[in-house]
């Protein structure tokens, strides 16, 4: 086989190469889009099955915020969020409101509004210190403090707090 032919050949396979990834792609694609689908009609599907039990609601409104926020609905994921942050302090669970704030809290920082971003991270901090107060045994607290869930929360609440400290157009007297 001479030398263009050599080429040829093997620019041929690399078409044939990338056609395939672009297939391959577009399947997952399909197949996440299928996902998302069947993760919306279940949801909505949840919603019937709640009844009037409010608790229950409070994770129900957590999924649709964060299926509508992948599907780039962010202002209907705020409304949601803020809903269940209302119910959850209606009903007094604070372990739920951290971590609907800290939610809120991704959920403006996507949206490139880093004042709301931060304040929500702060009340999440907030609550989350307040529940740790409430732990008198200092090696549970500490425990408490570095858990998986909550040291996250509490270094990225941090580091928002130090990034509009340190960024000029932040609005000041936040």
């Known amino acids: 086989m001479g030398r263009g032919a050599q080429h040829a050949h093997r620019s041929d396979h690399d ?58 609905r962010t202002e209907q994921a705020i409304d949601h969020l803020h809903e269940a942050i209302q119910l959850a302090t209606t009903i007094g669970l604070p372990g739920e409101q951290w971590q ?17 971003a931060r ?15 409430g732990i008198k045994d200092e090696t549970l607290r500490s425990r408490f403090l570095a858990g998986s869930q909550i040291s996250p929360v509490l270094q990225h609440a941090r580091y928002l707090a130090s990034s509009m400290q340190t960024d000029p157009a932040a609005p000041s007297g936040l």
């Open 15 to 72: 078409g044939s190469e990338a056609r395939l990834q672009i297939i391959f792609c577009a399947y997952c694609i399909a197949a996440l889009y299928a996902l998302l689908y069947y993760w919306g009609v279940e949801i909505l599907h949840m919603e019937h099955c709640l009844g009037s039990n409010q608790r229950f609601r409070i994770p129900y409104l957590r999924s649709l915020a964060a299926l509508t926020a992948w599907e780039g």
């Open 100 to 116: 609907i704030q800290a939610a809120l809290g991704k959920v403006y920082e996507t949206a490139g509004e880093q004042a709301q």
């Open 119 to 133: 304040a929500a991270f702060e009340e999440a901090t907030r609550i989350i210190e307040e529940l740790a107060d």
